[in-house]
């Protein structure tokens, strides 16, 4: 069997000389799907994520993407392999521009990025109308639109969202998840944190439920949500 084409394989690890938040974690995605990590408060969701971009120390285990072994590389080095991470907070340049954040997305270019960004106004037609706004003077969505753009700008071969929904309106999450969605219909494999269980799980391909910082329950966003456990514990019943 093939690895997947991202995988955080049974991660052990903590921050610094802090101890282990995560234990045997194992989190994937393949080539066009998009792969949800849940959980509770605490749980390790967002550490999980930050473990497969290098930001912490993964002491046990491996990270891989497209059958590479990436454990060992600085998050900047991830990105030119082409992991494209958007952080759930301070992810935009609030003083620049819409237009000015997405061309910074393309720090990593050295081709003609024009087509890239007529792709990102094309997915989010509302940045296309606020090109020339501060970026700061934008709605939650509307920012959270201008970070994974800035992302998409980068041309990663798998993107990663921690809580891209965190703090907007029902409305905007659903606006938000159809984007996701179209994304990840480009080829694009997409590993999301997620706090809104229910509807991440109802677009997901794969989901992992993390409770302090081990795997409970792995399986499609379907299983997931039909699995009377998973629904009492985590989902409200």
């Given amino acids: 069997m093939s690895d997947p084409f991202l995988i955080g394989d049974t991660m052990t690890g903590g921050y610094g000389k802090g101890p282990d938040i995560l234990h045997d974690c194992t989190v994937a995605v393949e080539r066009g799907e998009i792969a ?35 454990t ?21 340049f609030t003083s620049m521009t819409v237009e000015e954040n997405l061309e910074m997305g393309a720090f990593i270019r050295r081709d003609d990025f024009s087509g890239t960004m007529e792709q990102v106004y094309d997915l989010f037609p509302i940045l296309r109308e606020k090109r020339r706004q501060p970026a700061g003077e934008l709605s939650g969505g509307q920012r959270q639109q201008v970070a994974v753009g800035r992302a998409l700008m980068t041309e990663p071969k798998v993107l990663m969202l921690d809580e891209p929904t965190a703090g907007v309106s029902p409305i905007v999450m659903d606006e938000l998840f159809d984007r996701i969605i179209e994304v990840a219909r480009t080829g694009i494999p997409i590993l999301m944190v997620e706090q809104n269980a229910r509807q991440a799980l109802e677009i997901a391909d794969k989901g992992y439920v993390l409770v302090q910082g081990r795997n409970a329950h792995t399986g499609t966003g379907k299983e997931l949500l039909a699995d009377e456990e998973v629904r009492r514990s985590f989902l409200g019943g």
């Fill in 72 to 92: 060992h590389l600085s998050p900047q080095d991830r990105v030119l392999k082409g992991m494209g991470f958007v952080p759930q907070n301070a992810n935009i």
């Fill in 36 to 70: 949800v990590i849940v959980g509770p408060n605490g749980a390790g969701k967002s550490t999980a994520m930050k473990a497969v971009f290098g930001m912490l120390d993964v002491r046990a285990g491996a990270v891989r993407l497209d059958g590479e072994d990436i």
